[in-house]
């Protein structure tokens, strides 16, 4: 089935650091990929999307591209703030698929 | 425009009892997914509602069960609670399925069983 894998964390760092989060994924047909972010007291957001090989999303200076021969879809940021401290979800949705398929999360604590 | 809006917010319960919790999704909005957040096992999903049909269902026991209204609120039901159904559980709201739009999540209604 369907899955994904998140790096572990939490990935602590001081402000104006490079971020980067993997994210691998396992899926049976051409899934959309997704970042979420969870803020401390609040759901999900959406952070960024791509739905085919080599797309690139981008919001609020958070990249991540679509790597279909590396199935992967790492998150990038060039300089972190303290207010990017959250929990950065990776998903999936296979073709045909109703149901989302979430990675753990990663927890990334920003120091100023 | 309001989002999805879930209540209460944080619920205490004694195990045994059963719970109900509420979601209302964001106006037009038609498909509704439930999920369970717990530290140990993460995102979980639960169940999916589209047009007042339970659409989808995850690998949760028959004591989890959930409804929708024709208003597009739904509502999902926990009974003889366990210790371990202490989580935060999330709603969720798209335009179509989950997956086709994005999905927009409520802040989620703390359960503590004690």
């Known amino acids: 089935g369907d899955s994904v894998t998140q790096m572990e964390g939490p990935v602590t760092l001081s402000e104006e650091a490079f971020l980067t989060i993997n994210c691998t994924y396992t899926a049976t047909g051409y899934p959309s990929l997704f970042w979420y972010v969870q803020y401390p007291g609040e759901g999900l957001q959406l952070l960024l999307k791509?739905?085919?090989?080599?797309d690139k999303g981008s919001n609020k200076g958070f990249e991540a591209t679509y790597r279909k021969e590396t199935t992967s879809f790492h998150l990038e940021k060039g300089s972190v703030q303290v207010s990017d401290s959250a929990v950065y979800f990776c998903a999936l949705s296979d073709q045909g698929s109703y149901i989302p398929t979430f990675g753990r999360g990663t927890s990334l604590i920003v120091h100023p | 425009k309001a989002g999805v809006t879930q209540t209460p917010r944080y619920l205490i319960k004694t195990r045994g009892q059963q719970v109900t919790l509420s979601c209302s999704p964001i106006s037009g909005h038609r498909s509704v997914s439930w999920y369970q957040q717990t530290p140990g096992q993460g995102l979980q999903f639960l169940f999916e509602?589209?047009?007042?049909?339970?659409?989808n269902k995850g690998n949760f026991p028959g004591r989890f069960s959930g409804r929708q209204f024709s208003n597009s609120r739904s509502e999902m039901n926990v009974s003889t609670l366990e210790l371990g159904d202490s989580a935060l559980y999330l709603c969720a709201s798209s335009l179509a399925a989950p997956t086709d739009t994005e999905a927009f999540f409520g802040q989620g209604t703390r359960l503590t069983v004690v």
């Open positions: 791509a739905t085919k090989a080599d």
């Open positions: 509602y589209f047009s007042e049909t339970q659409r």
